[in-house]
């Protein structure tokens, strides 16, 4: 009974999983081939008290 429940599971979550991993792929692929643009550092504000 274990066994078919896990399959179930397993079976469910398959194409979530393959989601994920496309959704990571392209994040990679499109980060690879753009420009490379300097992150932006915090402002520096002058405090007056």
């Given at each position: 009974?274990?066994r078919?429940i ?8 398959q194409?979530?999983a393959?989601?994920?991993?496309c959704?990571m ?8 081939c753009?420009?490379?643009e300097p ?5 520096r ?5």
């Amino acid at each position: 009974m274990a066994r078919a429940i896990a399959y179930s599971v397993s079976n469910r979550l398959q194409p979530v999983a393959a989601a994920i991993l496309c959704l990571m792929a392209a994040q990679l692929v499109l980060a690879s081939c753009g420009d490379p643009e300097p992150v932006p550092f915090a402002a520096r504000v002058a405090v007056t008290r």
